[in-house]
């Protein structure tokens, strides 16, 4: 490998955000923001894009892709700092959903239709946050949820073409989350 060859990272970023402008293209999706981080800290990168559905305004999902220090370490001079574990990237899917007050009745639910629809392969994590004013009229503004979907493995160039589906199942599952909580 030489000094202009692309990472994992710079390969799968560059189809993921292809396939979210294709989307955005088709009027499936509305992209409404990017980021491109480089955190020099922890020596590691994370991509984000974030999107709504074109046929309203419930709620954002974001799609995120990192890999870390010990990824691009492996990848570019071959040492394993992590033992067994191959240099890749992560993917973390979180739908945010703003102002639902009755989101604790649907958890099990929200729950339910994430594992059918991803499998085992994912973590799932449910988050409520309780939003508070400054002014004490202002004490209770809503509730805000966010389901999140951890990949367990990493993934890599192998990978690529399975990106097109998870872009796909990424939308469904939003779809799906905003038909549950309306």
Known sequence: MNMFDPTIFDNLKTVLEGGLYDLDRE???????????????????????????????????????????????????????????????????????????????HLDTVRASLRELWGEEVHIKQVIEIVLGEEPAQQNLGKQFTAELTFLRKIDERHIGELPRLLMHTVRSFEKLRNLLR
């Open 27 to 105: 009027n499936r999706i509305r992209i409404t923001g990017r980021q491109d981080l480089l955190d020099l800290a922890a020596m590691s990168r994370a991509f984000r894009m974030e999107f709504v559905l074109t046929n309203g305004q419930d709620g954002i999902t974001e799609i995120e892709l990192s890999s870390e220090l010990s990824d691009f370490a492996a990848e570019l001079s071959r040492i394993r700092i992590v033992e067994q574990e191959p240099p890749g990237c992560r993917i973390r899917i979180r739908h945010h959903f703003p102002d639902w007050e009755s989101v604790e009745a």
